[in-house]
Structure formats: C-alpha cells, structure tokens
T-cell receptor, first 113, second 114 residues
C-alpha cells in the first residue's frame, strides 16, 4: 500500500481480554517499530523488527505484551489479559533505510474498560 | 534520566506571528533529530530531520530548525504561521547506538487563531 496501515483503528475491550493489533508497513520497508502513546504524552518505544527478527523489545512494559513479524512484513502486537492502564494509542512505523525517517500509521486507539 | 524536553506545552498564536518551539535533549554523542507534526485527525508526519552537515535544516511548509550542539537544542521555527499550522508538534531524537528507535518529547500543541 501507499502508507502504513493499522487495524483496527479503534478497539474497546473488557479488562482481562486479549487483543491483537495489526500493522501493515510500507511495502519493502525492512524495519518496523511499535510505540505506545498515552494521553498528553509523546509516543514511547515498545519494540522493533528488522525483517522478521525482533531486534529490541526493551520497551515492552511486561510479559503480557508480545509482538511478532513472522514473514518480515505484517506485524501483530498482542496484549494478553488487558488492564485499564493499557488504554492508549498504539502506533506502528516502518523505515526503509538507515538514513530514512520512520513513517507512521494512523494508530489504534485501545480502550480497556 | 536521559530524555527529550519540550518546554512549551500549549502555544496560541495569531496568524502571521512568528513561531519558535523549544526542544532540548540530554544525550551525549552523535544523535539524529526530528520534528514530527500531527494535524487534527491525522497521523504523525515528518516535518524535518537532521543527521549531519548544515545545522540549519529546512523542512516542509516553511518550517526550519537549528541544531545547536553546545546547547543540546533543536528548536523549530516558522517566520509566519497560518491557521492550517494548528497541530501538535513532537520533537524526537535517535540516541546514539539505539538503531534509530525514537525518543519523543511530550509534544507542543499549537493553536493558530485567525
């Protein structure tokens, strides 16, 4: 596609449920990043991939959060046993080269009731 | 803690006024610097970036930023704002050795009035 796409755009779930957030990067982009943005804050790094390999997951808050990119293209961020504090905008970005910028998708607004 | 600071949280300007948004970072060594903008209802878009070379960087829509290494700053400027510049602006840094993961400031909400 022309840009980074994310689905769903909005997700409302009940506490304790699992959610899966999808990111479809720009075609051919090697690197894919996940960020989380709380209200009134800037995005915070969660994890990133080069191709299918997860290079850094230091930003994942705890073991309820996981991400995968099995074929080096689409990525899924999974949150198990959601809690209210997980409510945030989850942003995905992709990057084509070392000196290139990251292109962001529209984000998924997650609300945990 | 190492961080990115944006001192102006909410700025209100009249059209044609000049804009300067502050950004300071606390990392030593070589960094890459970015300004992103989020217009209402849209996703984050890159305004401009600095990797090396001329510390005065020009971006889209008449924005520019100056990297001052001695002050650890990368302030965003525009000589004359327009109503359409109403948006949230984020400064971001790629700290040394972090393979380009971005550390963002908290953002500045700019409101331009007619």
């Amino acid at each position: 596609g022309a840009g980074v796409s994310q689905s769903p755009r909005y997700k409302v779930t009940k506490r304790g449920q699992d959610v899966a957030l999808r990111c479809d990067p720009i075609s051919g982009h090697v690197s894919l990043y996940w960020y989380r943005q709380a209200l009134g804050q800037g995005p915070e790094f969660l994890t990133y991939f080069n191709y299918e390999a997860q290079q850094d997951k230091s930003g994942l808050p705890n073991d309820r959060f996981s991400a995968e990119r099995p074929e080096g293209s689409i990525s899924t961020l999974t949150i198990q046993r959601t809690e209210q504090r997980d409510s945030a905008m989850y942003r995905c970005a992709s990057r084509g080269g070392v000196r290139n910028e990251q292109f962001f998708g529209p984000g998924t607004r997650l609300t945990v009731l | 803690a190492q961080s990115v600071s944006q001192h102006n949280h909410h700025v209100i300007l009249s059209e044609a006024a000049s804009l300067e948004l502050g950004c300071n970072y606390s990392y030593g060594g070589t960094v890459n610097l970015f300004w992103y903008v989020q217009y209402p209802g849209q996703h984050l878009q890159l305004l401009l970036k600095y990797f090396s070379g001329d510390p005065l960087v020009k971006g889209i829509k008449g924005f520019e930023a100056e990297f001052i290494k001695s002050k650890f700053s990368f302030n965003l400027r525009k000589p004359s704002v327009q109503w359409s510049d109403t948006a949230e602006y984020f400064c971001a840094v790629t700290p040394p050795g972090t393979a380009s993961k971005l550390t963002f400031g908290t953002g500045t909400r700019l409101q331009v009035t007619l």
